[in-house]
């Protein structure tokens, strides 16, 4: 059985949200051309060949980051929306409410590390400054650095995390939460951006350096009518 090797940057689950099945279609805006057209697929909307994809013990791996993309991000994605719908008619505050709403708070943790604008920042950041100091290093320093470097030859981006770690960490750091959901009326609609979700960081926890600031705030569109 092939392995898909386009993956979405932002999951097909959450962009089906802002279909019309009426008309077929989904409606997106170019930022760059200032100009609005449609498509008729998701197939290629929000997506990039071997985003995911990773170089480890001289294998290419496509599945692992996949795998864990949906067993824990998109698999109860559409149960969850279903929540929120069913709170926003009904407002019984219970422990199921709390459970979709945090699920979403992860999704929207690891939204923008999913984006091909991060993952090569966050290469260029550990790699990329060691590869002009590396013709300085030790014959078996400068082996290493070259290995760890070898999946520049077989896929494009280290990928070398892991988005549940990452989740629940900041998760975890993130202490009490305090949710706010917002309704559009018929005349108006939220969009999703290329990103996945916003995030905002500030200074929420003590620390030696006064100057961490960690993710505090996450706000993404469920749908083109809700947004948490």
Known sequence: MS?????HIISKVHIKNFFNRREGKIYVYDKFQKNIFF???????????YSNSRFLDGEIDHETLERELNDFFEKDFAKNVSIVQHF?????RNEEIFNALQYFIKYGIIAEMRTSKHKKEVDEAVFGSLKGLSEMFTPELKADFEKSIEFQNHVKYSNLTSYLEIADGVLEKMGDFRYEILVADQFNYFFIPDFGAATQRDKINEYFNPDIK???????????????
């Open 3 to 7: 392995v898909p090797k386009n993956h």
């Open 39 to 49: 498509k008729s697929t998701l197939k290629s909307l929000f997506s990039e060949e």
């Open 88 to 92: 926003i008619s009904n407002n019984n």
């Open 214 to 228: 960690e993710i505090a705030y996450v706000g993404l569109a469920l749908t083109s009518k809700i947004f948490i």
